[in-house]
């Protein structure tokens, strides 16, 4: 299989500007994902950052990873999308003849993966599904603490159940941002909400950080120095 490993990492984050390129314990936030796609990439992979931003650029070279473009305006706004980003980059290698099979989403807001994150990951992919994406055990559950105004004004649950602790309710899972392993027909077929085949591959909360204010960077900065307290 041959997978474009692709890293979206543009400029202007409102939430914590500045973030990609921000050090992060000894690391630029963006070098997290660039070390982890060259470390799971096979000889056949291409890995790619689609970016706007100069500085991701530079760190992306001091790492011996070409840039192959800029990503256009008009994919770096706060209206662009994931898969209006993924497809502008296939179409890229499309026009050089270069065809792949699957592409592996690097969210680089999460710097916490693990090789055996995508090793299981990689191992539940199958032709037939569209994506298989990165969860954790969802805290709130539609089944027990997540409600919906009805047209009274009233809150009701929005899944109803008979369970009066979350136990007792159906597991439910989040995406946490990580990684998405997607198939490149299904892409071509549809978007995203046109998915209906997506298999989870369960993550810790530890390693589930998606960094997008500087609340979540003090979290991760703390998970960070736990990690290498454990390894000392």
């Not at 001091?62 to 800029?70: A, D, E, I, R, T």
């Not at 089944?143 to 159906?170: A, M, V």
């Not at 298999?199 to 991760?220: F, H, L, T």
Request: with cysteine; net charge negative; hydrophobic share 40%.
């Amino acid at each position: 299989m041959k997978t474009l490993i692709l890293i979206p990492a543009r400029a202007g984050s409102k939430g914590l500007k500045g973030k990609n390129v921000k050090n992060l314990g000894e690391l630029p936030l963006i070098a997290y994902s660039i070390l982890f796609a060259k470390e799971v990439a096979t000889h056949n992979d291409i890995v790619c950052i689609s970016t706007n931003d100069p500085e991701v650029i530079d760190i992306a070279e001091k790492y011996n990873l070409p840039v192959p473009f800029v990503r256009p305006d008009a994919l770096a706004s706060d209206f662009a999308g994931s898969y209006e980003v993924i497809m502008h980059a296939l179409n890229h290698y499309d026009a050089l003849d270069i065809n792949f099979d699957s592409v592996l989403l690097l969210q680089p807001t999460s710097p916490f993966r693990l090789v055996e994150d995508f090793n299981k990951m990689n191992a539940l992919y199958t032709a037939d599904c569209d994506m298989v994406v990165s969860v954790c055990v969802s805290k709130n559950s539609p089944y027990f603490n997540l409600f919906e105004q009805d047209q009274y004004g009233y809150l009701k649950k929005s899944k109803e159940s008979d369970g009066i602790r979350r136990q007792d309710c159906p597991e439910v899972y989040a995406f946490n941002g990580s990684m998405y392993l997607i198939s490149v027909a299904a892409l071509k077929r549809t978007n995203f909400q046109g998915f209906t085949k997506i298999i989870k591959s369960v993550m810790p909360e530890e390693r589930s950080i998606d960094i997008d204010n500087m609340r979540d960077w003090k979290i991760a900065e703390y998970f960070l120095i736990e990690a290498k307290n454990e390894n000392s």
